[in-house]
């Protein structure tokens, strides 16, 4: 006989009761606390102020800690009893008894256990830090009404004292109670009609009938061992040889910042690991997996006693420090540079602090992943790759077809991948099973990752989980189950055999489309900050080779990890609260005036004292004409030669043109202007030089741009085209545009005010002020002589709430897809709606320029900090702007700076010179007072291959990097020429390890073959 409806409820009665009896207090713990915003260690808590605070007490005001202590002093009735402390502070809480780390209090951990074996009179000292919180956490969704604050301020207080209780934990009851559970949940996802589900169905029946909860405690434990006996036989049928297996190792997936900020995390991972290692020292099987070096770096610069612990656990194999980067980050809008240094300075914290080489990225809740990623997975050692977010699509779409399969990159590299469908499962036969079969690739593969606690904001498994597991692990009806580290599946896997599937390209996410574009500071900040960087090693490493100069190799190193820290994939997505970009603006300045600081100090050490010269750098490996304003009390300016160079007057500022060598400076003198020849045209409807004619209305858009080159017009309809439309998600205010979007536009009907800044010769500009909705803008349309690219230099003060900006460039090339650059290259994408893929990628991701191509001529829209993009047809339209309500009810509000340029060529998309455009958008020439002559000490010969890195050696050397890319998807050979003293040279890998010889020819010259897309570092020794 089943389970009748009858049966069935009595044993969930059963359930819930013998639940209930599992805690049997033994008296109430009077607390005393204080409360501070300070980071205090236990030690420094100690000291108080402490004063009562009975049931009842309110505290905690916005960002506030609460210090509570207690003390515990077990009766007779605790003898030889398991004892636990039930705290109720009100928030999360970090507990320490008799001074030492015990765990963690939250929503899924209610209990740390003080003994297994009470002795009365024994006296326990507990402390606790618990948080208060911030106000409302909300992650939107949805309309909201006129007058609503999606986020109120807090009040001034938030939490309440409850009653902390300790009383003996009846494990006797415990584990007949997870006995009943694993026994429900499997018959539960098993076939009704089967043998095994009638045998548990008969136990579960004679489990009611045998148990007494009605019993005084001694007696109703004769009963539980009386019953355990009965579910014995059933808890031990064992599965047979077609089996699969579950690799499960304990996972926490803290953020390291999101809907709280920075310091609140560094709680967070106190809490999470001191509860992973209070159960380690029950579970001798458990294995946890802690990625993130930032987050091991904050425990063991706070809290050095449990950062020792937490290192005895890794050498033990308790814990498993894995993942390879210094956080889980973005990879979508993180440049190629700062990946690369995500992989060096994370596998280095792994083999410096643990002694371990990281193979594995672990990235499970990031937003899409780069084509770009599987080189420099390969370039940085890391061979396997795991993530959950795929699946995950809310939406619907186009399902993703595999669980395990080979990720072939945008240059032909490869990595192994398993998709996990969650990174925080449950362990319940009910869910290993579901694990199982929800699986998409059902043929070629019989294991799987199954990461299991819980997560996003820290905690990690419960023992309910590793109890399920002590059952699950060959139990009849349910996936196999080993504790592993998720680098050991992958090993198992090669041993098996690797599934024949290969996924060619990027990993696109179907939903989240939003962050290309949240918080718009926080992107430009992380730009600025990458070129800033790149310009400081640059001539730090130059200035260190050449004059002796002490690059502050400690300062820099600070400033990336501020960057890395930032680039987390809830930070500079745009995903967290209001206090979280605060700080992450602070940062990226920091960052940037850092990295100023250094790149102004090593242009110093290059050049001589002059008061009537200026030296212009330029960090790209291409000679590059640049316009840049002198110095004040300069009227014109000549090269070293007496080469009198053209100027003009630019809103106040005298301007010069100057051509200035690949990766090397020219200096200029003072010297009377001169003038030159003005071939530029400039009114308030049109701008003009000798190869595009640009005419425009009344509300600054572009109505016409014709190529004087060809005759042809290249605007297929209004550019520059502002476009405003109601944004609001269904879901995930900040994370997500929704496809409807078009379905709102907002109307931009005011005509602006144009007027003239500069009319040539060498430059002519419009300035545009206009209204946009609740808005303004102020915009400099920017045309120089010789150029076929105009800059829109533009400042808005966005005053919008659920609103989308964009702005449009429709024209005259025919083509199927769009082209984006991305990390090291590009990717081609549709701009039609074909397929179903091909409509769910209505918004994606670019760097520094998203084009249009024919195989003779194209157009390009560039930017210098814009990320989100979509190709419709033939129009080119980049996301400016956005206004999430939630996490952040102020999101982007305020000034807002950007540039954005179109660039039309004629030609092929290899001759373009597109790839230069964009890098020239947005590094402009670096000047500096003084005379150093004219050099340059890097050249290629291939204009498709980039210089992206020149740096010093990351082991203290004076060896000097350089990494270079193809950019053109196209193989090549390359010269790469430097002026530096070089003695020889090597090959190696993104980590600079693991050199092979590279021949040098005359001191100075090394040839290069590169693959499409291939990345390449070369060390040379000084």
């Known amino acids: 006989m089943a389970l009748t409806i009858e049966w069935r409820n009595r044993v969930d009665q059963w359930r819930r009761v013998l639940g209930d009896l599992l805690y049997r207090p033994l008296g109430d713990v009077p607390m005393e606390g204080f409360v501070t915003t300070a980071q205090l260690t236990a030690g420094q808590a100690a000291g108080g102020p402490f004063q009562a605070m009975p049931p009842g007490t309110p505290w905690g005001a916005k960002w506030e800690y609460g210090w509570f202590r207690g003390t515990v002093t077990l009766p007779e009735q605790a003898r030889g009893e398991r004892v636990a402390l039930r705290l109720d502070l009100g928030g999360d809480a970090a507990v320490y008894v008799d001074g030492r780390h015990a765990g963690a209090q939250d929503g899924q951990h209610r209990e740390v256990t003080l003994t297994g074996d009470g002795v009365p009179g024994q006296s326990y000292q507990v402390l606790a830090e618990a948080y208060a919180g911030h106000g409302t956490i909300t992650c939107g969704g949805g309309p909201v009404p006129y007058g609503v604050e999606t986020v109120p301020e807090a009040p001034p207080t938030q939490r309440r004292v409850g009653t902390t209780t300790f009383g003996i934990w009846d494990e006797e009851a415990y584990q007949l109670w997870m006995d009943v559970e694993t026994l429900v949940a499997l018959r539960d996802s098993l076939d009704p009609d089967s043998l095994r589900v009638a045998e548990i169905d008969a136990a579960l029946r004679d489990f009611t009938v045998v148990v007494d909860l009605e019993l005084p405690r001694q007696e109703m434990l004769l009963t539980v061992r009386a019953a355990r006996d009965r579910l014995r036989p059933l808890l031990q049928c064992v599965n047979g040889t077609t089996t699969p297996l579950m690799f499960c190792f304990g996972h926490a997936h803290l953020d390291v910042a999101w809907l709280w900020p920075l310091a609140e995390t560094e709680r967070k991972a106190v809490r999470t690991l001191s509860t992973v290692l209070a159960l380690a020292d029950e579970y001798p099987e458990y294995r946890y997996l802690q990625s993130q070096p930032e987050l091991f770096r904050m425990v063991r610069e706070h809290y050095p006693e449990l950062y020792g612990r937490v290192k005895q656990a890794v050498e033990s194999g308790t814990i498993i420090a894995e993942g390879a980067t210094w956080v889980q980050m973005d990879t979508n809008v993180a440049g190629g540079e700062a990946l690369i240094r995500q992989f060096l300075h994370g596998k280095r914290f792994y083999r410096d602090e643990f002694g371990v080489e990281c193979e594995l990225l672990w990235l499970p809740d990031v937003f899409g992943y780069s084509g770009a990623l599987p080189q420099i997975m390969r370039g940085c050692g890391v061979k396997y790759f795991s993530t959950a977010k795929i699946f995950w699509n809310y939406n619907g779409g186009d399902p993703f077809p595999h669980n395990t399969f080979t990720w072939e990159g945008i240059d032909g590299s490869r990595v192994l991948v398993h998709l996990c469908n969650d990174y925080n499962s449950q362990t319940s036969p009910r869910a290993v099973i579901g694990r199982w079969r929800e699986r998409v690739q059902k043929d070629g593969i019989s294991t799987r990752l199954m990461p299991f606690g819980w997560g996003d904001g820290g905690g990690g498994p419960t023992r309910d989980h590793l109890e399920f597991l002590r059952r699950d692990r060959d139990l009849e009806g349910v996936p196999k189950t080993r504790m592993a580290s998720p680098v050991d599946y992958f090993k198992d896997l090669e041993k098996r055999g690797v599934p024949d599937v290969n996924y060619v390209g990027e990993l696109y996410y ?142 106040g500022r005298v301007h010069a043109e100057v051509s200035v060598p690949s990766c090397g400076w020219t200096t200029l003198h003072a010297a009377e202007k001169a003038e030159a020849p003005n071939a530029l045209t400039a009114t308030e409807s049109l701008l ?116 989308l900006l964009k702005v449009n460039f429709p024209v005259a090339v025919h083509a199927s897809e769009g082209i984006q650059e991305i990390q090291f290259g590009h990717i081609r994408r549709p701009n039609h709606k074909s397929r179903l893929f091909d409509a769910d990628r209505f918004e994606v991701c670019n760097h520094k320029w998203a084009a249009l191509a024919e195989e003779g001529r194209g157009f390009a829209v560039l930017n210098d900090c814009k990320y989100g993009v979509n190709v419709e047809g033939n129009s080119i339209n980049l996301t400016l702007l956005k206004s999430a309500t939630a996490p952040d009810m102020n999101a982007d509000t305020g000034e807002q700076r950007f540039t954005y340029a179109f660039y039309a060529w004629r030609g092929s998309l290899a001759e373009s010179g597109l ?106 020794k000084l």
Not at 767 to 787: E, P
Not at 948 to 967: Q, W
């Open 510 to 651: 179907q939903c989240h489309r939003g962050t290309y574009t949240s918080q718009a500071r926080t992107k430009r900040g992380n730009r600025r900050s990458e070129f800033a960087l790149r310009e400081a090693e640059t001539w730090g490493a130059v200035a260190s080779a050449l004059r002796g100069f002490t690059f502050p190799a400690a300062e820099l190193e600070a400033a990336w990890k501020k960057v890395l820290v930032n680039q987390f994939h809830d930070v500079l997505p745009g995903s967290s609260i209001e206090r979280v970009y605060e700080e992450a603006e602070a940062a990226f300045a920091s960052a940037i005036e850092t990295a100023r600081q250094a790149a102004a100090s090593a242009a110093g050490a290059l050049c001589e004292d002059d008061a009537r010269a200026v030296t212009a750098f330029n960090s790209l490996s291409w000679d590059r004409t640049a316009l840049f304003p002198l110095p004040e009390g300069f009227e014109g300016a000549a090269t070293a030669e007496g080469d009198a160079l053209p100027v003009q007057e630019v809103e």
């Open 688 to 803: 003009g030089n000798d190869l595009l004619r640009v005419e425009l209305n009344e509300r600054g858009e572009i109505t016409s741009i014709l190529d004087k080159e060809t005759g042809r017009e290249l605007a297929a309809g209004t550019c520059n085209c502002l476009r405003m439309y109601k944004d609001v998600p269904t879901a995930f205010d900040a994370w997500d545009i929704d496809s409807m979007y078009p379905l709102t536009p907002v109307p931009l009907p005011e005509e602006a005010e144009v007027e003239v800044v500069a009319a040539g010769p060498l430059v002519a500009a419009l300035r545009v002020r206009r209204r946009l909705h609740a808005s303004q803008m102020v915009q400099r349309i920017v045309l120089r002589r010789g150029s076929r690219r105009v800059d829109f230099e533009t400042t808005v003060d966005w005053q919008e709430s659920h609103k």
């Open 915 to 1020: 790839v230069r455009e964009g890098y020239e958008l947005n590094v402009p020439v670096m000047t500096g007072p003084g005379a150093a002559g004219r050099a340059s000490l890097f050249r290629v010969d291939a204009p498709n291959v980039v210089i992206e890195t020149v740096k010093p050696a990351e082991d203290g050397s004076s060896d000097v990097m350089v990494r270079l890319y193809e950019a053109g998807r196209t193989a090549s050979h390359c010269t790469l020429q430097t002026s530096l003293p070089v003695r020889a040279a090597e090959l190696t890998d993104m980590l600079e390890g693991n050199g092979r010889a590279l021949e040098v020819a005359d001191g100075a010259r090394m040839a290069l073959e590169f693959r499409p897309f291939e990345i390449k570092t070369v060390r040379l």
